[in-house]
């Protein structure tokens, strides 16, 4: 072939010579040498390592070629088809389908350059790309629009916020991270150039186009922003574009469907559009796509469109700015251009205007025929054509497509959408939430507040699903949620029964799902916000959430609570409700002015005080590291340590790992979930006992060192009158550990009158001795000062306004939703109880009603994370103070000379450890006889927790529970990634 003969004139080096002449061409030419950290607060994203699959390559054109010579070997019929990328969709398609057999006539009889895909999936992306590329006797430039992540055209990839989102974070690490992550993807799916950032200022609220598209109102914010992201995209060696040349974000006219004209002036446009565009050009900004927009007061050719306008794209872009990169038209197809021009006068128009890359034009063969026609007729120059193609060979050798254009499928499963990506987008989403207003400190809500939610999606489209996800959100937070859709084919019927809901409801919770679309108004419909307003007319507290539009606030001025949530993708959604009842800080400001409402910046912080349902990477964990807890659960289940169980682990604040494991018998006909109900034995003494205790000491009631004789008059004679609260919680009272008493005693009275004249085994202070009768003494003495007994009183102060619902004494007695959540323990032959299940297994606690210091509460992983969270987010919870930080220390702090004990509180002991060998010196915690355990890392914020039944059948099994217990904890902390997220 003509072309190959080419090849073989030159040698390596003269090839090296001409393409660094090529990339000084194109001018601020980004390294592609692999990625290093410029800063330390860069978050590091090491390379995807490579699999050892075939790497297919696949050129017609061997070897390196120099761009000129190969310039100068294509014919005119060539040079002018590498101008055009055409759209292509990235889905399975069939050898004979019309489309595909198109695409491959356009690229074969046309020879088109490029493709830009469109919607698709990886798979389906990835295996046409190499068809295509396979057609083509140059390689192919792919690109395509990644402004919110690859996901926004590709299916199965990361989704990321929008740039208005990126930038209400006020951290420009993200935006660079955004493009980072993006590119990644990009080049996994063979593209190389991302049509994104938007670097237009959306200065216009009623801009039907951009809108979140862009970082914010404000240039330099813009600026900001979109540099760091070209960056990220860039440090991946694929091209960014900066997108709409010279500013899109002033219109109130989408250029999709018509032409916009912006009546500003130079002098405007210097001020505020083209500050980030030169900031960029500046930095190195290496791509532009253009803007189908008139400036008849900056151009001398009146409402001609930018793309196709000498004056806006040669005076002031590469002139003025002096940008000399590739020039990309926006979709020619767009009715600002094709309203108006044929196919090919607009080709023409934009390569005279400085536009080199021709993209998804109406008719790309009339447009190749009537360019090819005006070369011919002196209309352009070859020359002229010959420039923009140099740019695109130059980028295409510096791509190496020369060596290698296809895509490798093998590498795909493991360097797109990794958990380590979704991480750091949801990251994102999650500090892109901006809260505007919270009239009457309705946020964090809480259940015991708003008993009764009514949730209302508001949709500009007719699905009848839109909100779905977001409703199932809510009630992970919430335990009473009605839900309803208000969109367009919303019935008299569905509205009546919103007005029922709404006379019902605490607390009403809109959520904006209008989008930016310029084929309608871009706010709430008439007929909607008259029903939303009657909706909201009443006393009932309101909220509204913009998942999208972000001037929708304009239209519900009145909501008690104003929040931002920029799109309406589930990432996004999930991202966004935690923060809603407390379960995530929030932090983001404003980047855009809502006319008289809210300014730049503004914004109202929240910390995060309840708990969280996140993903291990979400908090620098690794999820694959914490599968090994599913076999250690297998094996000790098939050792018959226990039939089944929960293990949970909250780290951070978030509850990353709640799985159930097993069986509730031995005859593994029911298998438990994760929210079992299991009688927590021991664990009684400090979730209920000692937090009692706790609060009464913070709240002045009781004093440490308060005889118990001022409590119990039996402790008023002998050496009883020595013995304190301190004794009491540090097991240094002198009481026995053990005794039986229910041979003969069997009701709560005789019980607890024979714990009260119990005699002492050893002077006070003097000796340590695990006593449960001292925890029964605890729990009466909370009745004595709070007026309630134990049940009541922890119910009432802190598990039921906590949202612990789960967690009950006498659970069996709360009802079928509960009793039918409980595996059983033992099967009691000596007091003939039979199957204990429902009630306590501890026989004491059994006779004393249930209700006991020692024994007697039940509850499920999930509860406990809560209360773990609490201790660790010092005493806080929903907004609501439960302890003071200061009590905590000092009841989990070391507190004995003759054990390692806290108050109430077990330690890490030294040598073997239930807590296991990596939890640190100040991890705190207990264990239960039932087979329950928690453990608590203060230092690495981390809560573990492990409910079995491992007294079933009998008290003979279940002797491995400590390796257990010990195994999962040192799987849980070996999965901490480190203290700062990182990925892979």
């Not at 590498?82 to 046309?110: C, M, W």
């Not at 959408?417 to 939430?433: H, L, M, Q």
């Not at 992970?476 to 839900?483: A, E, L, R, T």
Request: with cysteine.
């Amino acid at each position: 072939m003509k072309h190959q003969s080419i090849i073989h004139y030159f040698s390596n080096a003269v090839v090296c010579i001409l393409l660094a002449s090529a990339i000084l061409y194109l001018g601020g030419c980004k390294s592609s040498e692999p990625f290093e950290l410029k800063t330390t607060d860069r978050t590091h994203l090491s390379e995807p390592q490579p699999s050892n699959g075939h790497i297919e390559r696949i050129s017609e054109m061997s070897g390196t070629i120099p761009v000129d010579s190969m310039l100068n070997s294509l014919t005119l019929d060539e040079k002018i088809g590498q101008l055009f990328s055409v759209p292509a969709y990235g889905s399975f398609t069939n050898e004979h389908d019309p489309g595909f057999l198109r695409l491959k006539r356009l690229i074969r009889d046309y020879h088109i350059g490029g493709i830009i895909f469109f919607r698709g999936d990886v798979y389906g992306q990835a295996i046409l790309h190499n068809k295509l590329q396979r057609t083509a006797k140059l390689p192919l430039w792919v690109s395509q629009d990644m402004e919110f992540g690859a996901a926004m055209r590709v299916e199965g990839t990361t989704r990321f916020t929008p740039a208005m989102g990126v930038a209400a974070t006020g951290n420009p690490e993200n935006a660079y991270l955004k493009g980072k992550i993006t590119a990644r993807e990009a080049k996994a799916l063979g593209v190389h150039q991302i049509y994104a950032p938007v670097l237009d200022v959306n200065n216009n609220p009623d801009n039907p186009v951009i809108n979140v598209r862009s970082f914010s109102a404000d240039p330099d914010l813009v600026a900001l922003f979109g540099m760091n992201m070209i960056e990220g995209i860039e440090s991946e060696g694929i091209l960014a574009t900066a997108k709409h040349f010279p500013g899109h974000g002033d219109t109130d006219v989408d250029s999709h469907l018509n032409l916009p004209v912006i009546n500003h002036g130079i002098t405007r446009l210097e001020e505020i559009e083209l500050v980030p565009f030169r900031k960029a050009v500046n930095n190195g900004l290496r791509s532009v796509m253009s803007a189908h927009i008139a400036y008849p007061n900056v151009s001398t050719n009146g409402n001609l469109p930018g793309t196709l306008d000498e004056s806006i794209l040669r005076s002031l872009l590469i002139d003025e700015l002096g940008f000399n990169g590739l020039v990309v038209t926006d979709g020619l197809e767009m009715q600002g251009i094709a309203a108006n021009f044929s196919p090919g006068e607009a080709v023409v128009l934009a390569l005279k205007a400085g536009a080199d890359k021709m993209l998804i034009s109406p008719d790309e063969m009339t447009a190749i025929h009537e360019l090819k026609r005006a070369v011919q007729s002196g209309t352009i120059s070859e020359e002229r054509i010959d420039r923009s193609v140099r740019k695109i060979l130059s980028l295409k050798a510096e791509h190496g497509l020369f060596e290698n254009r296809m895509v490798n499928t093998d590498d795909l499963s493991y360097t797109i959408d990794t958990p380590e990506y979704r991480a750091i987008s949801e990251r994102i989403a999650r500090e892109s939430v901006t809260l505007l207003k919270n009239d009457g400190n309705v946020l964090p809500v809480r259940d015991v507040d708003y008993l009764n939610v009514l949730a209302v999606a508001l949709s500009d489209d007719q699905s009848g699903s839109t909100g779905s996800g977001w409703a199932r959100e809510l009630r992970k937070y919430h335990n009473n949620v009605s839900f309803h859709v208000l969109d367009r084919r919303t019935s008299e019927e569905e509205i009546d029964e919103m007005r029922k809901d709404a006379m019902k409801a605490d607390l009403i919770i809109i959520g904006s799902f209008i989008v930016v679309r310029s084929s309608q108004p871009m706010q709430i419909q008439p007929e909607q916000l008259e029903i939303i307003n009657e909706l909201t007319a009443g006393e009932t507290p309101s909220v509204l959430m913009a998942f999208g539009n972000p001037y929708v606030v304009r239209d519900v001025p009145d909501a008690d609570v104003h929040l931002m949530a920029w799109s309406a993708s589930r990432s996004q959604i999930d991202q966004t409700v935690p923060a809603l009842f407390g379960a995530s800080h929030i932090t983001g400001q404003l980047p855009i002015r809502i006319p008289g409402m809210y300014e730049i910046g503004d914004g109202i912080e929240m910390r995060q005080s309840t708990l969280r349902y996140d993903t291990p990477e979400a908090v620098g964990m690794s999820g694959d590291s914490l599968l090994a807890i599913d076999m250690i659960m297998q094996e000790a289940i098939n050792d018959s340590v226990f039939p089944g169980g929960v293990v949970a682990v909250m780290h951070k604040g978030a509850l990353v790992w709640n799985n159930g494991y097993g069986y509730y018998d031995y005859s593994k006909t029911k298998e438990i979930s994760a929210n079992e109900v299991y009688d927590l034995a021991s664990l009684t003494k400090v979730v209920a006992t000692t937090t009692s205790i706790m609060k009464l000491v913070d709240e002045g009631l009781i004093g440490l060192d308060d005889p118990v004789q001022q409590y119990i008059p039996e402790f008023s004679e002998g050496i009883k009158k020595n013995v304190t609260i301190r004794h009491l919680l540090l097991h240094t009272s002198g009481l026995p550990a053990f005794k039986v008493y229910v041979d003969e005693l069997q009701t709560r009275d005789e019980i607890i009158s024979a714990v009260r004249r119990e005699p002492l085994i050893s002077d006070p202070g003097e000796e340590y001795e695990y006593s449960d009768l001292g925890f029964i003494l605890l729990g009466e003495i909370v009745e004595q000062v709070s007026g309630r007994r134990l049940d009541r009183y922890v119910r009432t102060e802190m598990f039921y306004p906590m949202g612990m619902y789960s967690t009950h004494f006498n659970p069996s007695a709360v009802g079928g939703w509960m009793s039918n959540r409980i595996p059983p323990t033992e099967i009691d032959t000596v007091y003939e109880r039979g199957l204990v299940q429902g009630v306590v297994h501890d026989e004491r606690a059994y006779y004393m009603e249930g209700v006991a210091g020692h024994a007697g509460l039940f509850s499920t992983a999930r509860d406990l994370a809560v209360y773990s969270y609490m201790l660790l987010n010092g005493g806080l919870y929903a907004g609501e103070r439960y302890l003071s930080d200061s009590v905590i220390n000092e009841f989990t702090e070391q507190r004995s000379e003759l054990s390692n004990r806290g108050f109430g509180f077990d330690r890490k002991s030294s040598g073997f450890s239930t807590a296991g060998s990596l939890s640190g010196p100040n991890t705190f915690g207990h264990t239960g006889f039932t087979g329950t355990s928690i453990w608590i890392d203060p230092d690495r914020e981390t809560a573990i927790i492990l409910l079995t039944n491992r007294v079933h059948p009998n008290r003979s099994y279940g002797s491995g529970i400590g390796e257990v217990r010990a195994k999962v904890a040192d799987t849980v902390l070996g999965s901490i990634v480190s203290d700062k997220e990182q990925s892979l």
